[in-house]
């Protein structure tokens, strides 16, 4: 089975961005390039911080739909996230698969969930 491994963003404030996964989720900092992209880590998936303002591929848009983050305690990461960027406090939720969904700096929307991806959880909710 193929394992998701890396994810790119692509933003025109890439510091802020980085700075935002590195203090909420705790994402170490891998590489940063000339052009200003900031490549993080949690050990397993790299997630590219990409620089629009002065990208290698010219034409594209600033972006993603959502991606999710596993962790141990929803509530003490929503808390966490309130306090680093009050804007994108996430909003608890059930569906089936997360238990919150906020937004970063960018707008860029992720999920949190302490259940993962796998199994659906039993709830009403597809």
């Known amino acids: 089975m193929a394992k998701l491994r890396h994810l790119a963003i692509l933003t025109h404030q890439p510091e802020k961005l980085a700075d935002f996964y590195k203090k909420v989720f705790e994402m170490k900092e891998m590489h940063r390039t000339k052009n200003g992209s900031v490549h993080l880590s949690d050990g397993e998936v790299n997630l ?5 303002s002065n990208p290698k591929e010219p034409g594209h848009r600033p972006g ?3 991606f999710g983050f596993h962790v141990d305690n929803p ?8 306090q680093v960027y009050p804007d994108g406090a996430p909003k ?4 089936t698969y997360a238990e919150y969904r906020g937004t970063d700096p960018d707008g860029n929307i992720f999920d949190i969930s302490s259940i993962g991806w796998g199994e ?4 009403n909710y597809q």
């Open 48 to 52: 590219a911080i990409l620089n629009a």
């Open 92 to 95: 608890s939720r059930e569906a």
């Open 64 to 66: 993603l739909y959502h």
């Open 120 to 123: 659906k959880r039993n709830t």
């Open 75 to 82: 509530d003490d990461t929503a808390k966490r996230i309130a």
